[in-house]
């Protein structure tokens, strides 16, 4: 199994910049991607950025120029660099990781979550 711990959240103002972080530990090489979600309120939960264990990337549109998805590999952590953060930026941030085994197949695992607020 792999455990998730997040941090980086918090209070920020507009234009301002975050980063968070996801340590992943346990069966870590079962990992194949490592994701950003989020959770506006009173909204879905929507995809951010994806990582590959090859070091692919993919950004969704809404914050593509603005975000970056990177990974250290050593450490076993994926990051999420933001900047020219707006208020519709805010909202739950989750990291997912992407295992896959030949005993348990493909498999999602969800971080906690850490809260983004950017507001002035």
């Known amino acids: 199994q792999v455990q998730l711990v997040e941090s980086g959240g918090g209070l920020v103002q507009p234009g301002g910049s975050l980063t968070l972080s996801c340590a992943a530990s346990?069966?870590?090489?079962?990992?194949?991607?490592m994701n950003w979600f989020r959770q506006a309120p009173g909204k879905e939960r929507e995809w951010v950025a994806t990582?590959?264990?090859?070091?692919?990337?993919a950004h969704a549109d809404s914050v593509k120029g603005r975000f970056t998805i990177s990974r250290d590999n050593a450490k076993s952590t994926v990051y999420l660099r933001m900047s020219s953060l707006k208020p519709e930026d805010t909202a739950v941030y989750y990291c997912?990781?992407?295992?896959?085994?030949?005993?348990?197949?493909?498999?999602?695992?969800w971080g906690q979550g850490t809260q983004v607020t950017v507001s002035s």
């Open positions: 346990g069966s870590i090489s079962s990992i194949i991607a």
């Open positions: 990582i590959t264990s090859s070091g692919e990337t």
């Open positions: 997912r990781v992407t295992t896959y085994s030949v005993r348990l197949g493909r498999d999602y695992i």
